[in-house]
């Protein structure tokens, strides 16, 4: 794969994603303006995001509230990774079952829950999922913690597959789809 390539086309999303919710908020200035305070809360509440352009092994990042939020599209490899750690072996115990809706695809809000610091896409750590060169944390191919000072795993943003290709980030998941979407507890 073309490094040049990847990098142009994850710009590409961020920014898509960025202009996106740009127009979304200005569009609903005039009734936030207009109608009570709450209704701020709904600006950029959900994000439709295209899938099929991302290959397998590549993470993208997207804006959704003001969040930086990985999309991972994972080999079959880190499937399998994710699939087979043992619960032992996890400081915050969650199978990766719990974490996805499809095994494929991996979606996380992309905040070290140790200091709030953006995990690197880029030095994927001693588990092959991310380190956050703040302080050394590790998280694996399920974004579950697994050396360093973070205590808990990257959440799972609430989401759902509107297709195949297309997801819907901040929308709770479809009643029978896989996934608790929130972080436990
Ligand atoms: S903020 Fe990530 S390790 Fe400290």
Wanted: hydrophobic residues 40%; proline residues 9%; neutral net charge.
């Amino acid at each position: 794969m073309d490094n040049a390539n990847v990098t142009r086309r994850d710009f590409l999303y961020v920014a898509s994603a960025g202009a996106s919710a740009v127009g979304a908020a200005l569009a609903l200035w005039p009734f936030i303006d207009q109608m009570n305070p709450a209704a701020d809360t709904l600006a950029l509440k959900e994000v439709e995001f295209d899938l099929s352009p991302i290959v397998a092994g590549q993470i993208v990042t997207i804006e959704w509230q003001k969040k930086p939020v990985f999309v991972r599209r994972r080999t079959p490899e880190e499937i399998k990774a994710a699939e087979e750690t043992p619960m032992a072996d996890l400081k915050d115990p969650q199978t990766d079952k719990d974490r996805v809706q499809k095994p494929e695809w991996l979606i996380l809000v992309a905040t070290c829950t140790h200091l709030g610091c953006v995990p690197s896409k880029e030095m994927k750590g001693e588990f092959g999922g991310w380190l956050c060169p703040c302080h050394g944390s590790h998280y694996d191919t399920s974004g579950r913690i697994r050396k360093g000072p973070a205590p808990k795993n990257l959440a799972v943003p609430p989401y759902q597959f509107l297709s195949d290709t297309k997801v819907l980030i901040g929308a709770a998941p479809q009643s029978g789809g896989a996934a608790p979407a929130q972080h436990h507890g």
